[in-house]
């Protein structure tokens, strides 16, 4: 089986996965992310696609496993966006660390499941630039009650 980490370069993988960055929207109270040195902190970001948040509820109660896995894609993928808006090219983005905050049940226990799914696409997209040190953290609640927030620090290569 051919992966998409078998072609070129991450653009092209990401097309390969049928997938394209977001165009993301710029908000009036925080920006999506900021470079401090070589740096660059993205904001927390939602599974928005489309300006349309793809989900809403608590894991482990509404929200399937593989539901939140897949919402979890969705806001790594606005992630990579605003990497993108920092450096300027897919290419040269590299994730250093990765937050998945899961809105989820006391007794889930699954939040790294979910975040793997994050993991994976960018590991799928970026090659070795997408492996990253990640902590994954069970909250009682994420804004507009969506069930997966991510925030990452990156570089550019």
Request: hydrophobic residues 45%; proline residues 4%; contains cysteine.
């Amino acid at each position: 089986m051919t992966s998409a980490a078998d072609t070129g370069s991450a653009s092209d993988r990401l097309q390969v996965l049928g997938m394209a960055l977001p165009e993301l929207r710029d908000n009036p109270y925080y920006v999506h992310h900021r470079s401090v040195g070589s740096s660059i902190y993205i904001s927390g970001q939602l599974p928005y696609e489309n300006g349309e948040l793809l989900g809403q509820g608590v894991v482990g109660r509404e929200v399937e496993l593989e539901t939140a896995r897949e919402l979890a894609r969705h806001a790594a993928l606005n992630a990579l966006a605003a990497a993108v808006q920092a450096v300027g090219d897919l290419d040269r983005v590299r994730i250093v660390q990765m937050l998945v905050f899961v809105a989820s049940t006391p007794d889930f226990g699954e939040q790294s499941t979910v975040a793997n799914a994050a993991s994976e696409l960018l590991i799928e997209v970026l090659g070795e630039n997408g492996r990253h040190a990640r902590t994954a953290i069970g909250v009682a609640g994420l804004p507009l009650n969506t069930p997966v927030e991510i925030q990452m620090v990156c570089t550019a290569v």
